[in-house]
């Protein structure tokens, strides 16, 4: 039997995980970050604190490794307990505040805070801000970084990016990391013992993700113009909505955008970058031309920032290899997948224009019954191929089915983004990125078992495919809500209002058959929903148009 350690960051074990205190005054907030940090995988909540006093009693107390720290907390202020704390223990802070002035941010440093980070950071980028601090390493956000380096004068104009590019030895590594090496497997390769091999990785990932975010812009050689080859477009960093490029400012959240540098780039030496076609929290989806063979694809590429999070790096390639392992005309194909010199992880799939469902929704603002029918039966059969390879979806929501030819007799649809997919096949058990208790998803179209962390079946792609169809036909999911724990409390605890009163507010024209079949893919009992794809699509199938 094989005993070798494995290099697991989300491993089940308490001890693989990083214990966290978290110091919020404010009720609603400490809720919320409590919510989003049980979407970390290795992340374990040990105690909460409302004030600055039980904050260095917990401390005291706990011991956790980490505190993310308010500052504007009763008794006495943050930068004051952190001082307090930093006296006593080791543990590591992070300050998670909405105070961005230079003062508050060079206090809190200067008692000796490890992090820095203001209240709208991404889930994303908080996880791998924990991380990071956990490591050893400081985090700042990035104009506080700025702000902080500036101040300090410790700008370095040497930076280039030969310093910056990683070595052949490097780039292994991280391709073992990504096939589920052990530490000891690791070591042998490049001539470690095991206990040197954690601050070996450690520095590696931090190189990856300091190239990411401070490499010199003349790194990329820029060609792109709006053309009709390339389409520059714009990026909220908060949002992440694209815009195109008469845009300065999201129009959602404020923010300044900022030109995505990728386009006009040629990436991993053979891809031409000439389009954002999309951008999510774990990465962003281009369309790219190959130098060479002149192949048009579409390279779906994962966000620098997050490449510190080892366990990211291994759920990217768990969706390439799922995505690859089936053959479906209703599933886009992955052809490739790999890593680039600078170390980005990346996967190539098929080229194939159209558009998301949710971009024809937003369009149309509701589709005929007759039309998304057709669109349904696809979906079904996609989905069904890979329940029958022991997948499950776990994310099926509009922008996740791409609809080619809508409108036409050829109309096809491809469902992407198996980034959540979770493997439920013998062989895999014991062996998936996910353990009991962990959510995965999107709130709005989750089954009720899936937000309570229960083992998933096919029925709860059931019940996702149900929200999908819900929205098509009427223009908005079961349950509109103002945030994720309102629609993780609707999904378990309340009924799906009727299909029937939502079309006629907006004044549409439903199938009384297909208004049947969504009402049962919506049930609360999973076993009251249609039992697999096949019998769904049966059910489809036979309302004809």
Same mark, same amino acid.
């Given at each position: 039997?094989?005993?070798?350690?494995?290099?697991?960051?989300?491993?089940?074990?308490?001890?693989?995980?990083?214990?966290?205190?978290?110091?919020?005054?404010?009720?609603?907030?400490?809720?919320?970050?409590?919510?989003?940090?049980?979407?970390?995988?290795?992340?374990?909540?040990?105690?909460?604190?409302?004030?600055?006093?039980?904050?260095?009693?917990?401390?005291?107390?706990?011991?956790?490794?980490? #505190? /993310?720290?308010?500052?504007?907390?009763?008794?006495?202020?943050?930068?004051?307990?952190?001082?307090?704390?930093?006296?006593?223990?080791?543990?590591?802070?992070?300050?998670?505040?909405?105070?961005?002035?230079?003062?508050?941010?060079?206090?809190?440093?200067?008692?000796?805070?490890?992090?820095?980070?203001?209240?709208?950071?991404?889930?994303?980028?908080?996880?791998?801000?924990?991380?990071?601090?956990?490591?050893?390493?400081? +985090?700042?956000?990035?104009?506080?970084?700025?702000?902080?380096?500036?101040?300090?004068?410790?700008?370095?104009?040497?930076?280039?990016?030969?310093? /910056?590019?990683?070595?052949?030895?490097?780039?292994?590594?991280?391709?073992?990391?990504?096939?589920?090496?052990?530490?000891?497997?690791?070591?042998?390769?490049?001539?470690?013992?095991?206990?040197?091999?954690?601050?070996?990785?450690?520095?590696?990932?931090?190189?990856?993700? +300091?190239?990411?975010?401070?490499?010199?812009?003349?790194?990329?050689?820029?060609?792109?113009?709006?053309?009709?080859?390339?389409?520059?477009?714009?990026?909220?960093?908060?949002?992440?909505?694209?815009?195109?490029?008469?845009?300065?400012?999201?129009?959602?959240?404020?923010?300044?955008?900022?030109?995505?540098?990728?386009?006009?780039?040629?990436?991993?030496?053979?891809?031409?970058?000439?389009?954002?076609?999309?951008?999510?929290?774990?990465?962003?989806?281009?369309?790219?031309?190959?130098?060479?063979?002149?192949?048009?694809?579409?390279?779906?590429?994962?966000?620098?920032?997050?490449?510190?999070?080892?366990?990211?790096?291994?759920?990217?390639?768990?969706?390439?290899?799922?995505?690859?392992?089936?053959?479906?005309?209703?599933?886009?194909?992955?052809?490739?997948?790999?890593?680039?010199?600078?170390?980005?992880?990346?996967?190539?799939?098929?080229?194939?224009?159209?558009?998301?469902?949710?971009?024809?929704?937003?369009?149309?603002?509701?589709?005929? +019954?007759?039309?998304?029918?057709?669109?349904?039966?696809?979906?079904?059969?996609?989905?069904?191929?890979?329940?029958?390879?022991?997948?499950?979806?776990?994310?099926?929501?509009?922008?996740?089915?791409?609809?080619?030819?809508?409108?036409?007799?050829?109309?096809?649809?491809?469902?992407?983004?198996?980034?959540?997919?979770?493997?439920?096949?013998?062989?895999?058990?014991?062996?998936?990125?996910?353990?009991?208790?962990?959510?995965?998803?999107?709130?709005?179209?989750?089954?009720?078992?899936?937000?309570?962390?229960?083992?998933?079946?096919?029925?709860?792609?059931?019940?996702?495919?149900?929200?999908?169809?819900?929205?098509?036909?009427?223009?908005?999911?079961?349950?509109?809500?103002?945030?994720?724990?309102?629609?993780?409390?609707?999904?378990?605890?309340?009924?799906?209002?009727?299909?029937?009163?939502?079309?006629?507010?907006?004044?549409?024209?439903?199938?009384?058959?297909?208004?049947? #079949? #969504?009402?049962?893919?919506?049930?609360?009992?999973?076993?009251?929903?249609?039992?697999?794809?096949?019998?769904?699509?049966?059910?489809?199938?036979?309302?004809?148009?």
């Amino acid at each position: 039997m094989n005993t070798m350690r494995r290099f697991d960051a989300e491993g089940s074990r308490a001890s693989d995980l990083i214990s966290v205190l978290v110091v919020e005054d404010q009720e609603v907030l400490r809720l919320g970050l409590n919510l989003t940090l049980q979407y970390m995988r290795n992340i374990q909540i040990v105690g909460v604190a409302s004030d600055g006093p039980s904050a260095v009693q917990k401390a005291l107390e706990l011991k956790p490794q980490v #505190i /993310l720290m308010d500052i504007g907390l009763p008794g006495f202020d943050g930068i004051e307990a952190t001082r307090r704390i930093k006296a006593q223990l080791n543990t590591r802070i992070m300050i998670l505040t909405s105070h961005e002035e230079d003062k508050s941010i060079f206090s809190a440093l200067a008692a000796g805070a490890d992090g820095y980070c203001l209240k709208d950071i991404s889930t994303a980028k908080l996880n791998t801000a924990i991380n990071s601090v956990a490591s050893g390493a400081a +985090w700042l956000d990035d104009e506080i970084a700025r702000r902080v380096l500036h101040s300090a004068k410790l700008a370095d104009p040497q930076i280039t990016s030969e310093r /910056l590019a990683l070595s052949e030895s490097e780039l292994k590594v991280l391709a073992l990391i990504l096939e589920g090496a052990s530490s000891d497997e690791i070591g042998s390769q490049v001539g470690l013992k095991d206990s040197e091999v954690q601050s070996y990785l450690k520095k590696l990932i931090q190189k990856v993700s +300091w190239s990411g975010s401070n490499a010199p812009a003349t790194k990329i050689s820029r060609t792109a113009k709006n053309s009709q080859d390339f389409q520059v477009s714009k990026i909220c960093p908060n949002c992440k909505v694209r815009l195109g490029e008469e845009f300065s400012r999201c129009p959602y959240d404020g923010n300044e955008l900022k030109e995505d540098a990728m386009i006009g780039s040629v990436f991993a030496d053979r891809y031409e970058i000439l389009a954002l076609l999309g951008s999510g929290t774990s990465g962003a989806v281009y369309k790219a031309r190959h130098r060479y063979m002149h192949k048009l694809v579409a390279i779906k590429i994962m966000h620098l920032e997050l490449i510190s999070d080892i366990s990211l790096l291994k759920r990217f390639r768990q969706e390439a290899a799922a995505a690859s392992s089936l053959t479906h005309g209703n599933i886009v194909n992955v052809i490739d997948f790999g890593l680039s010199p600078e170390g980005q992880a990346f996967m190539i799939m098929d080229y194939l224009g159209g558009h998301s469902l949710d971009e024809l929704i937003f369009e149309h603002k509701h589709l005929p +019954w007759q039309v998304s029918t057709e669109i349904f039966k696809q979906v079904c059969s996609g989905l069904g191929h890979a329940h029958d390879n022991g997948i499950i979806h776990r994310d099926l929501k509009p922008s996740n089915v791409l609809v080619v030819n809508f409108g036409q007799p050829e109309l096809t649809v491809k469902l992407v983004d198996f980034g959540t997919a979770k493997l439920v096949t013998a062989e895999s058990e014991g062996a998936g990125l996910t353990v009991p208790g962990q959510v995965f998803g999107s709130p709005t179209y989750m089954s009720p078992e899936q937000c309570m962390g229960l083992h998933l079946e096919a029925s709860s792609d059931v019940y996702s495919m149900g929200t999908l169809m819900y929205e098509a036909l009427v223009g908005h999911p079961p349950f509109i809500t103002e945030n994720i724990v309102e629609a993780m409390y609707k999904q378990v605890n309340e009924e799906c209002p009727p299909i029937a009163q939502a079309a006629a507010k907006v004044g549409v024209s439903i199938d009384n058959r297909l208004q049947a #079949i #969504i009402t049962k893919t919506l049930r609360k009992d999973k076993y009251q929903r249609h039992q697999s794809m096949h019998e769904l699509k049966k059910d489809l199938e036979s309302i004809g148009t």
